[in-house]
């Protein structure tokens, strides 16, 4: 208090996990969202450990990569949403993506006889490494930034991550942008244990859907549903559901956001008629999305629902 005048408490810290230690991408993605870098960052050694620290409630959020553009989906980050947790997705973040190949200070690439990184990192740079350095060891790390830890100490070794975990932990540059195909990004999203934000105007819905009869056609008859009303789908994705071969769900991210009747009428359809649905959130979108096709969509329908509900409003009795 100064001067007899209270001053206001200060805002609350939310906590947030995300894959440390300290100069990995994940982090680099995190600190470039102004209201996220300010929070009580926690860093932790493997996607699962983030999202199991949500569950658990040891902290309020997770952050985790969730698909890259030259591997795909990350499926461990996938599968444990999919399967494993009730968590729900808040937003998402798409990062440029550059690998460089880092080594203690002195080293030069005729140095190095083992490499580390990230399995996913890694499968970026198979051609580069193949031409550049093909007699050394490939080695997996937890994390990017982790690989940079264990090199610092390790002569005739490198590591391939962030311009930031050589920074971090003193190490050379060796080589820059060493991944195999230009445009690399990764996209992340920051999950809660409940809460599905505002539409934004330009948002993504996240779904899992399981099929209650394996039929000719089944899945066709679903993506129908979708393609009856114009709704977009972004990313689909077959995940084995692991109960047996040729068993497998669909996660699907759809333009569009829940708080629009035309995507709600979409998932209420499906959901009665077609297949399980489990819902992972819907959230703003990176980038520019669809919001004019699917504005329009959304206007035919609240006009043919509204010619429905006249004409039954007819009905006698």
């Not at 004019?292 to 010619?307: D, F, I, K, L, V």
Request: aromatic share 4%; proline share 6%.
């Amino acid at each position: 208090m100064l001067h007899g005048v209270e001053s206001s408490p200060p805002e609350p810290t939310i906590s947030i996990a995300y894959l440390g230690p300290a100069g990995t991408f994940t982090e680099q993605a995190l600190l470039g969202q102004p209201d996220l870098a300010a929070s009580n960052l926690v860093p932790l050694p493997r996607f699962v450990d983030v999202l199991d620290a949500v569950s658990a409630g040891e902290v309020d959020v997770g952050f985790v990569a969730i698909e890259n553009a030259i591997e795909g989906t990350v499926n461990v980050t996938l599968d444990a949403l999919a399967f494993d947790h009730e968590l729900l997705i808040q937003r998402e973040v798409v990062l440029d993506i550059q690998l460089d190949l880092m080594a203690a200070a002195g080293s030069t690439i005729g140095d190095i006889k083992s490499v580390y990184s990230h399995p996913v990192a890694m499968a970026q740079c198979r051609k580069y490494l193949d031409k550049e350095l093909p007699n050394a060891e490939i080695k997996s790390a937890n994390s990017n930034s982790e690989a940079a830890v264990t090199v610092a100490q390790q002569p005739g070794a490198a590591a391939i991550g962030p311009a930031r975990a050589a920074t971090l932990h003193g190490l050379d540059l060796l080589d820059r942008d060493v991944a195999d195909h230009p445009g690399n990004q990764t996209r992340f999203v920051l999950v809660a244990p409940a809460g599905v934000p505002k539409p934004s105007g330009n948002d993504k819905s996240t779904v899992v859907l399981t099929q209650r009869e394996d039929k000719p056609g089944s899945l066709v008859t679903i993506l129908e549903e979708f393609a009856a009303r114009s709704i977009n789908l972004s990313h689909l994705a077959s995940r084995p559901v692991k109960t047996g071969l040729g068993s497998y769900c669909f996660i699907i991210d759809l333009d569009g956001h829940i708080g629009d009747e035309l995507i709600a009428d979409c998932l209420r359809t499906i959901r009665a008629k077609h297949a399980d649905v489990k819902f992972l959130g819907s959230y703003p979108a990176a980038g520019l999305g669809s919001s004019q096709t699917r504005h329009e969509a959304t206007t035919a329908w609240s006009e043919a629902n509204a010619w429905m509900t006249a004409l039954r409003a007819q009905m006698e009795g």
